[in-house]
């Protein structure tokens, strides 16, 4: 039977065709990213670019099933390319083991594709590509997942709400790879010393890696290395372990964990070719100084709370370190005695495995030059984890898949935000929840923005040419900004003879300009040499008077949010008055009004599509806390991390839906799932 003949009935010829021509980009080859590329070369997509920056990690194989155990440590893309083409061997897929935030990968790169698919972990790529889709007019399919949230939307220019539309919190969840190698940022260490280590340690003697890492007939050399050395690394660990209540055990744990395994990391010489490499720790060198120092703390010892609240200095953190360490290891012995599959578990309100926990993750941060945490913020960050599941992510990307359909074939406005929503106490049929996509919020920079592309000579062209053709346009009085950095605004004019190229403006860059009438306009440069100008000195992809108009009546409409916005706050300030035991009485229409007040402003900025009083309150599907990577847990959409590690308590938290919504006059759909 020919391969599309279901795929033929199912959407129809015209629309198969339309699937055959697209040009799509997927951003991220991870655990959305493989579930997206198998379901893209079997749904008629011909023509597919993947980018991914990482390599395959061990953890990586229980949910990505384009990738196996003899893939470990291969480009993410090319190994998903070469899975994925044995699904369908017809499909033309580049492969490109980038990062998508590369100069190459510029607004123009961006205009040849039909459709973008961000299947990404991150805040600032999701931020980047939103933003590149923006410039590059091209609709861009948005998803994440958490745990047992997910979440898929399409943003489109002037059509929907954009990424950048409500500002994000801080994401709570992270990946998993950067947690076993990569660690950039505090918390990264918290789940490595909570998630890893900690289990590793106390946890169950059954270690789930050693059951992947059964050798393999057809692993190659390398990758057959690889797995003995992770495969000895955890073995190494678990014959120190032997040695609990010995002489020197801390030591050894010491400096097999910071020491050894650090030095091994170190010679990964790839790895540390764009960030800092770790520097081992060595326990003896420390406890010099450790004895030293903890004869003068004893001096003037401090009270409980204010050592829970100030960062612990290194000696200290290495004497908690091998306290703990001696605590939990006698405890587990005892409780191994009545129960030899006995474990301990972190609970941050046990005092043991919360100073284990904050002086592993801080000692981790000490090797790899990341702020350390006070054992307060350590109790506070730890235990917002939940695991990456494949279900999730399969249904996500299937949902990306219909969307894809819905845009190619020119129903873009049809689109709606799904998200995948989980009832813990498993009372509840429905799983998936759309709604309408969310209007643009005008106040936001990134996508109320008109975006032009300049292509110029920059390095013969000056910043005086260049304020000429945006006057010349229409601007008056230009500033011109880069990346925060001013370039030249009317009282700065040093500047004005220098180049772009010499001002580091050179292709790809955006150009964030606005004049006197406080109109904006972002421009990207676009190098081209003179020669290939056509004779001309410049040439403007986009009308910048249009942009100047555009511009004007954003101004006229955030005026009028201004000024609702003032009135709200006097409604406010009347109702804050009126509920003040004054003796003043207050209607119950007063109150409706105000409520009416407050939805209808939240609705303007784009916030609010459901209410509070409604049964889903988008807060608890959204991106969980902390800086950088994944998300869940804040006020926003766009906010569900995909896959890794995510915020236990988003779960439970897990929206309330037992009915279709109608929020002023808008209704949300629900779906329900056989
Ligand atoms: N700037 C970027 N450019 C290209 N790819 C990126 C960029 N940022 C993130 N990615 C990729 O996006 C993918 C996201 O997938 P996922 O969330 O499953 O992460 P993961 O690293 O595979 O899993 P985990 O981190 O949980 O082990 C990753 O493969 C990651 O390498
Ligand atoms: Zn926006």
């Known amino acids: 039977m020919e391969r599309n003949s279901h795929l033929r009935t199912t959407i129809g010829e015209p629309l198969l065709n339309t699937v055959g021509a697209s040009r799509v980009l997927m951003v991220g080859a991870g655990g959305i990213g493989c579930e997206l590329l198998?379901?893209?070369?079997?749904?008629?997509?011909?023509?597919?670019?993947?980018?991914?920056?990482?390599?395959?990690?061990?953890?990586?194989?229980?949910?990505?099933?384009?990738?196996?155990?003899?893939?470990?440590?291969?480009?993410?893309?090319?190994?998903?390319?070469?899975?994925?083409?044995?699904?369908?061997?017809?499909?033309?897929?580049?492969?490109?083991?980038?990062?998508?935030?590369?100069?190459?990968?510029?607004?123009?790169?961006?205009?040849?594709?039909?459709?973008?698919?961000?299947?990404?972990?991150?805040?600032?790529?999701?931020?980047?590509?939103?933003?590149?889709?923006?410039?590059?007019?091209?609709?861009?399919?948005?998803?994440?997942?958490?745990?047992?949230?997910?979440?898929?939307?399409?943003?489109?220019?002037?059509?929907?709400?954009?990424?950048?539309?409500?500002?994000?919190?801080?994401?709570?969840?992270?990946?998993?790879?950067?947690i076993r190698s990569t660690p950039s940022t505090p918390i990264h260490c918290i789940v490595w010393a909570k998630s890893y280590l900690f289990g590793l340690l106390f946890g169950n003697a059954e270690d789930d890696d050693d059951e992947v890492m059964v050798k393999e007939d057809n692993a190659d050399d390398e990758t057959a290395k690889e797995l003995?050395?992770?495969?000895?690394?955890?073995?190494?660990?678990?014959?120190?372990?032997?040695?609990?209540g010995q002489e020197g055990f801390t030591e050894l744990v010491f400096n097999k964990v910071f020491g050894t395994d650090i030095e091994r990391l170190r010679k990964m010489e790839d790895m540390w070719k764009t960030r800092a490499a770790p520097t081992p720790l060595n326990y003896n060198q420390i406890m010099d100084i450790t004895g030293h120092l903890s004869q003068q703390l004893n001096v003037a010892p401090e009270s409980t709370t204010l050592k829970d609240q100030r960062v612990w200095t290194l000696p200290e953190t290495v004497t908690v370190f091998g306290d703990s360490l001696v605590r939990l290891t006698e405890r587990l012995k005892e409780l191994r005695e009545s129960d030899p599959e006995a474990s301990i578990s972190f609970d941050k309100d046990d005092a043991e495995t919360l100073d284990f926990v904050t002086a592993t993750a801080n000692l981790r941060a000490h090797v790899y030059g990341i702020e350390e945490k006070s054992r307060f913020d350590v109790k506070a960050m730890a235990g917002n984890i939940i695991p990456a599941i494949a279900t999730t992510n399969a249904i996500v990307a299937g949902l990306m898949v219909m969307l894809a359909f819905k845009i190619l074939n020119k129903r873009i406005a049809d689109c709606k935000t799904t998200y995948l929503v989980y009832d813990s106490r498993g009372d509840r049929d429905q799983l998936l929840i759309s709604e309408k996509l969310a209007k643009p919020n005008p106040r936001c920079y990134i996508c109320r923005n008109a975006y032009i592309g300049l292509k110029i000579d920059t390095t013969t062209s000056t910043v005086q040419d260049f304020v000429d053709i945006m006057e010349d346009g229409g601007m008056t009085d230009v500033e011109i900004q880069e990346n925060g950095r001013v370039i030249h605004d009317p009282d700065f004019d040093d500047n004005l003879g220098k180049t772009l190229a010499e001002l580091q403006l050179t292709n790809g860059k955006f150009v964030d300009l606005v004049d006197v009438d406080d109109r904006k306009v972002i421009v990207y440069i676009i190098h081209r040499d003179s020669a290939a100008l056509d004779g001309e000195k410049f040439i403007l992809e986009g009308d910048v008077h249009k942009a100047l108009v555009q511009q004007d009546k954003l101004r006229k409409t955030l005026e009028q949010l201004k000024a609702a916005d003032a009135a709200e706050e006097a409604l406010e300030a009347a109702r804050k008055a009126a509920s003040a035991p004054a003796h003043k009485h207050v209607e119950d229409s007063d109150i409706v009004m105000l409520e009416e007040e407050e939805t209808r402003k939240r609705k303007r900025d784009g916030s609010l599509e459901i209410l509070e009083n409604g049964p889903l309150k988008k807060s608890s599907l959204t991106e969980p806390a902390h800086p950088s990577e994944l998300g869940g847990g804040s006020q926003q959409p766009h906010a569900v991390s995909n896959d890794g590690v995510g915020d236990g308590t988003s779960a439970e938290q897990a929206v309330d839906v037992d009915e279709v919504v109608m929020v002023d006059g808008e209704e949300v759909d629900v779906v329900i799932l056989e």
């Open 228 to 244: 003995e050395t992770l495969k000895a690394e955890s073995q190494a660990l678990k014959t120190i372990l032997a040695q609990a």
């Open 38 to 178: 198998k379901n893209l070369v079997m749904s008629g997509f011909q023509d597919i670019v993947i980018i991914d920056l990482d390599t395959i990690d061990l953890s990586n194989l229980n949910r990505q099933f384009l990738f196996q155990k003899q893939h470990i440590k291969k480009s993410k893309a090319k190994i998903a390319r070469e899975s994925a083409l044995e699904f369908n061997p017809n499909v033309r897929i580049e492969a490109r083991h980038q990062n998508i935030k590369e100069e190459e990968f510029s607004v123009e790169w961006f205009k040849g594709f039909d459709l973008v698919m961000n299947a990404l972990d991150n805040l600032d790529a999701r931020r980047h590509v939103n933003k590149m889709c923006l410039a590059a007019k091209v609709p861009l399919i948005e998803s994440g997942t958490a745990g047992y949230l997910g979440q898929v939307t399409v943003i489109s220019g002037d059509l929907t709400e954009c990424f950048d539309c409500l500002s994000k919190e801080t994401p709570k969840t992270f990946p998993v790879c950067t």
